[in-house]
């Protein structure tokens, strides 16, 4: 073995690769074909839009295996309508890959939410957060009812969580869709650290006629 090999050198981050050989192993054990059937093709049902939060691994926490769920994370589970990247994954998704769902999942907790909550400098990121700050501002009312302020917060999760779904249903990407009769549901779910539980924030969206008339790109 080599000095380059050793379990230590940052340069190498051997650790993770035992971990990702035995991994490997495991999954071949219970399936010999499964790597070579996803190679061929991945037909996701799902796209999930998530926090970056390392606590909150799409896969992991809907129990679903390599290819079944199509997954873009950035801070604070945002969709701008200027963001090249969400719109080419969600695009992507929808138009060839086919995904019946999207779903948007926010956490309780989150901590960009929390500093867009808060008043503070903290670089560029804020100018991220600023859209978190427009659904604070909206809701302020029904936000600042609230004595605590971590429930605040995670009242906050929620409305932006609910905010997200509305952009992604007002892109031209989903209302094209059902305009050609695909059948997509966009979803909006809260994930609670603390337990492990999803919850369905009931805002389900299916159809153009949900659209308020403002935000339809098709008539
Ligand atoms: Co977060």
């Known amino acids: 073995m080599s000095e380059d090999d050793t379990d230590d050198n940052p340069r190498k981050l051997q650790g993770l690769f035992a971990n990702n050989r035995r991994w490997a192993e495991r999954i071949r054990t219970s399936d010999p ?49 200027t963001d090249f990247n969400c719109l080419t994954v969600l695009q992507y998704a929808v138009d060839v890959l086919k995904v019946k769902h999207v779903i948007v999942v926010g956490h309780y907790g989150c901590g960009g939410v929390r500093a867009a909550y808060e008043s503070a400098d903290n670089g560029l990121i804020d100018n991220w957060l600023r859209n978190i700050k427009d659904v604070l501002q909206i809701h302020r009312t029904r936000i600042h009812a609230l004595e605590d302020e971590s429930a605040r917060i995670n009242l906050l999760c929620e409305l932006n969580v609910v905010t997200q779904v509305a952009n992604v249903c007002h892109t031209t990407i ?35 006629e949900q659209i308020p008339e403002v935000y339809r790109v098709v008539p």
């Open 174 to 208: 989903v209302q094209n869709a059902w305009q050609r009769g695909q059948e997509l549901t966009v979803h909006g779910w809260v994930y609670s650290l603390e337990d492990g539980m999803l919850t369905d924030m009931d805002c389900s969206v299916d159809s153009l």
């Open 33 to 81: 074909d499964f790597f070579a059937k996803l190679a061929a093709q991945q037909s996701p049902e799902y796209l999930w839009i998530g926090c970056s939060d390392s606590r909150v691994p799409a896969n992991q926490i809907v129990d679903l295996l390599p290819g079944e769920i199509f997954v873009h994370r950035n801070v604070a589970n945002m969709v701008v309508h």
